[in-house]
């Protein structure tokens, strides 16, 4: 008997998924289509390359994703096909990624009161001395 929610069948080789279609179905991305738009946008790698939407993954294979702000690297345990439940989807992949940045961090980032228009030079190049750049 075939197991749906997971996407593996008895009668499917399930030894190989689209980048997109896996990014979505472990629950990386909120749509299939962000998921693809990410890999044409060159945000997603598969084991250091630059991978297009149908590019396969399989068991194993590390995958770099960069959305939301954030970088996502994991590693392909179960290639699954449909999305599946948060539970199932955390046993399809092991989570590589570096821990979020804190709300102090993250609020660093140039906050300009409200009005004040654009930054001058001076005030960009000190923003990205901020942010390391």
Request: hydrophobic letters at 35%.
């Amino acid at each position: 008997m075939a197991d749906e929610a997971t996407g593996t069948g008895t009668g499917t080789d399930m030894g190989s998924v689209r980048v997109d279609a896996w990014i979505w179905s472990v629950r990386l991305t909120k749509t299939r289509s962000t998921a693809a738009t990410a890999c044409r946008a060159g945000h997603v790698k598969v084991n250091g390359e630059r991978a297009k939407p149908a590019q396969p993954v399989r068991a194993g294979d590390e995958v770099r994703l960069f959305h939301a702000g954030r970088e996502r690297i994991v590693v392909v345990r179960r290639p699954v096909s449909k999305r599946v439940g948060a539970p199932v989807a955390a046993e399809c992949l092991i989570d590589k990624s570096p821990p979020p940045p804190s709300p102090v961090e993250a609020a660093v980032v140039g906050i300009r009161d409200r009005g004040a228009g654009r930054p001058t030079k001076r005030e960009r190049r000190e923003i990205e001395t901020l942010r390391g750049r």
